[in-house]
């Protein structure tokens, strides 16, 4: 998915979710923060391919067990010192992102290729890298319009 997918998911679910629970639009701060667990594995994952050549673009960035810790540890500073809110906000942007890339494979059964499972299903050798094609975004798309029927 590309970050404005991510964003755009991440918002709809942030401000439906805020508006049933408190009645009322989201505020500035917490949507701050949305945008930027939106993004997160992806600045976490895109460099380290780019740039050292390790990994696809989904790795540590993408794993669901990174994902929790940050956020436990993230919420953890949040209650002493205030914010959960915000953190709030941050972990369900951290956590469309890992369900937006992985919708697509998760559909289609490829379960050893949904990026967040990694430490715990390996990709098959012959899959190819995330980044070669949109393949995702393909079977992403095709399973929101086969639920819109």
């Known amino acids: ?27 500035e701060l917490p949507v701050l923060a949305l945008a930027v667990g939106t993004q997160l594995p992806d600045l ?9 050549g390790v990994f696809d673009g989904r790795a540590i960035g993408h794993s669901l067990f990174v ?15 205030g ?12 956590f ?11 559909y289609s059964g490829d379960y050893h290729l ?3 499972v990694s430490p715990v299903l390996e990709p098959s050798e012959n899959s190819s890298s995330v980044d070669d094609n949109f393949q995702g975004e393909k079977e992403a798309s095709a399973f929101i319009i086969s639920c819109s029927k």
């Open 44 to 52: 976490v994952d895109k460099p380290l391919n780019w740039w050292f």
């Open 83 to 94: 914010g959960v809110s915000v953190v709030s906000a941050f972990a369900v942007g951290v």
């Open 96 to 106: 469309t992102h890992l369900l937006g890339d992985a919708v697509g494979t998760l």
């Open 114 to 116: 949904a990026a967040f």
């Open 1 to 27: 998915m590309m970050p404005w997918g991510h964003l755009a998911v991440g918002y709809l679910v942030y401000t439906v979710a805020t508006r049933i629970r408190h009645r009322r639009a989201p505020r």
């Open 67 to 81: 994902a929790v810790f940050v956020c436990a540890v993230a919420f953890a500073v949040a209650r002493r010192f």
